[in-house]
């Protein structure tokens, strides 16, 4: 019997990289530049509390607790140890703000509302119930001023 033996080639095989190589040149400088136009914005809302306090300086309560109810047909801002402050008719979100300007400066020390939101209220009203909650803008000078920048979301609790 004959022993046969094969000769296996020896193959040098070389990873040809320059193709990912040129894609690489040409992706990371435009994924950088790119990157730069690129913002997100993020709006902190927090969810009402238990009502203990955290701290001793949340011990000291304001003499407001502020409501805001929406409504798919109208806002009420209550005041929820002495009841309704104000009521508007429709989403007129311009009279909303100006009646909270107006509880700010009966009470300026107050810095948190609570939007109480009916659930079939969209979405995109909600966004506009917490700009004019959280800011006011001067017709004087054109700024933007905090008006209730702490806004709490929750449900609507009984009927209004």
Known sequence: MSIRR???RETNTELDLT?????????????????????VNVLNVDQPGDGAPQTAAAAIKPPLTLDVGVYPDKFVINNRSHGQLAEIAGHDYAKLNAALVEVKRQYPAVSSATLRIDET???QDIIYVIDAVRIVQ???????????????LAGVEGTP
């Open 138 to 152: 001067s017709g004087q000078t054109g700024n933007s001023y905090a008006l209730f920048p702490n806004v709490q």
């Open 121 to 123: 209220v969209k979405y």
């Open 6 to 8: 094969r000769r296996h």
């Open 19 to 39: 193709a990912f190589m040129n894609l690489m040149v040409i992706m990371i400088p435009s994924l950088l530049i790119n990157a730069v136009f690129t913002q």
